[in-house]
């Protein structure tokens, strides 16, 4: 049960996009479309900003966008605003019915 | 509203036990898997346990299997995580979190605000 990989940060301008990757195996985000992510301000609750690899729940905004290819899935966010400036975490299902997180990525707003 | 609320954190001692509760309401929580998570001081998540609608069927992070226990009391809305054993690893922020609503159901929304666990002599 080795977390997933992510970059520890990444930084971008305001109005900017960046891409969070989330590295995993064939026995997790690789075998299953079943990765989301986590958005976590300090002090706070982790929120649910992506699920099912690309579906966003509703109130969440449309700046957020998640895919995956093979045993890599991605969070990108676009029009980047100072409120998103928080811990993302990835997390995904797997093969032993487990799940897993990501070791997290602090994302900067310049 | 759907709200988990944590509780049952505390300081503990080394090889002691400690039981945390999560109390569910707003929902139909006799259908829901349920999950527990944690996250030690400025450490990322980690995932913990998760437990069947039903309470019939666990699972557990290597981290904590065999010390760890999970359970659910459906009559109380009640979702419990019974630690025995405890170490010093084991001192984090435990959070509770309900499975997702729809597609997979693989994914964990809401969650509670967390409660503090302190393994420490």
């Known amino acids: 049960q080795s977390a997933l990989t992510q970059p520890a940060s990444v930084s971008g301008s305001p109005g900017q996009s960046i891409t969070i990757s989330c590295t995993g195996t064939s026995s997790d985000v690789g075998d299953y479309n079943s990765v989301s992510w986590y958005q976590q301000h300090p002090g706070k609750a982790p929120k649910l900003m992506i699920y099912?690899?690309?579906n966003r729940p509703s109130g969440v905004s449309n700046r957020f966008s998640g895919s995956k290819s093979d045993n890599t899935a991605s969070l990108t966010i676009s029009g980047l605003q100072a409120e998103d400036e928080a811990d993302y975490y990835c997390?995904?299902?797997?093969?032993?019915?487990?799940?897993?997180f990501g070791t997290g990525t602090k994302v900067t707003v310049l | 509203q759907v709200q988990l609320v944590e509780s049952g954190g505390g300081v503990v001692q080394p090889g002691r036990s400690l039981r945390l509760s999560c109390a569910a309401s707003?929902?139909?929580?006799?259908?829901?898997?349920m999950h527990w998570v944690r996250q030690a001081p400025d450490k990322g998540l980690e995932w913990v346990a998760v437990?069947?609608?039903?309470?019939?069927?666990?699972y557990y992070a290597d981290s904590v299997k065999g010390r760890f226990t999970i359970s659910r009391d459906s009559s109380k809305n009640t979702l419990y995580l019974e630690m025995n054993s405890l170490k010093a690893e084991d001192t984090a922020v435990y959070y509770c979190?309900?499975?997702?609503?729809?597609?997979?159901?693989?994914?964990?929304?809401?969650w509670g605000q967390g409660t503090l666990v302190t393994v420490s002599s």
């Open positions: 997390n995904s299902y797997t093969s032993s019915s487990t799940y897993v």
């Open positions: 979190a309900r499975r997702g609503e729809s597609g997979s159901y693989r994914w964990l929304d809401p």
């Open positions: 099912d690899v690309s």
């Open positions: 437990i069947s609608y039903d309470g019939s069927t666990k």
């Open positions: 707003g929902f139909t929580f006799s259908s829901y898997t």
